[in-house]
C-alpha cells in the first residue's frame, strides 16, 4: 500500500511542559489501564486511561517508520478523525539509557528504605512504578 493510500488520523501527545507531537499517522499503540489498544482512521470514540508505557507512533511512509515514545500515565481521547494524548510525562524512548534509569531505581530504592510513613512510602513506590516501566521500554523485557 503506497502513503497516499493510506487512510490516516491527526495524532497529537501533550504533555504539562509542551506539545510533543502534532501530526498525522497512520496507526497509534496506546499502553492502555486496560490493555494496549491501537488506533486507526475511523475509530470509534473513546476515552481512557493511560498506564505507564510506550506508545507506538506509525507514520505514513512505507519504510515502517515508528516512534516509540515513553509516557508515565495520563488520558487517550480518541475520535474517527484525531487521537489526543494527554501525558502526565512523556519521553522519546531513544533519550533513556539503562544506567541512568538504573541509578535512578537504586536511588529510588534507598529513598523508599528511608521512607517514614506510608504516604511517603506511596509517593516512591508510584515513581519505582514508573522508572521500572522505563527500563522495560528500554530493554524491552516484559
Known amino acids: 500500500m503506497s502513503p497516499s493510500e493510506k487512510q ?8 504539562p511542559e509542551e506539545k510533543l507531537l502534532s501530526e498525522p499517522a497512520f496507526m ?3 499502553p ?3 490493555g494496549e489498544f491501537g488506533v486507526l482512521a475511523n475509530h470509534s470514540a473513546l476515552v481512557s486511561s493511560v498506564r ?7 507514520g505514513v511512509n512505507d519504510n515502517d517508520d515508528v516512534r516509540r515514545v515513553f509516557v508515565a500515565g495520563g488520558f487517550a481521547d480518541v475520535s474517527a ?7 502526565e510525562y512523556a519521553v522519546n524512548v531513544s533519550d533513556l539509557t539503562q544506567d541512568h534509569i538504573q541509578s535512578e531505581l537504586n536511588n529510588l530504592n534507598e529513598d523508599l ?10 509517593r516512591v513506590e508510584s ?3 514508573i522508572a521500572t516501566a522505563k527500563m522495560t521500554a ?3 523485557e516484559y
Open 8 to 15: 490516516t488520523f491527526h495524532f497529537e501527545l501533550v504533555s
Open 28 to 30: 497509534v499503540v496506546v
Open 32 to 34: 492502555g489501564e486496560e
Open 52 to 58: 505507564a508505557g510506550v506508545i507506538e507512533i506509525h
Open 81 to 87: 478523525d484525531r487521537c489526543v494524548v494527554l501525558a
Open 113 to 122: 528504605d528511608m521512607a517514614e510513613n506510608d504516604s511517603d512510602k506511596k
Open 127 to 129: 515513581k519505582i512504578i
Open 138 to 140: 528500554v530493554t524491552g
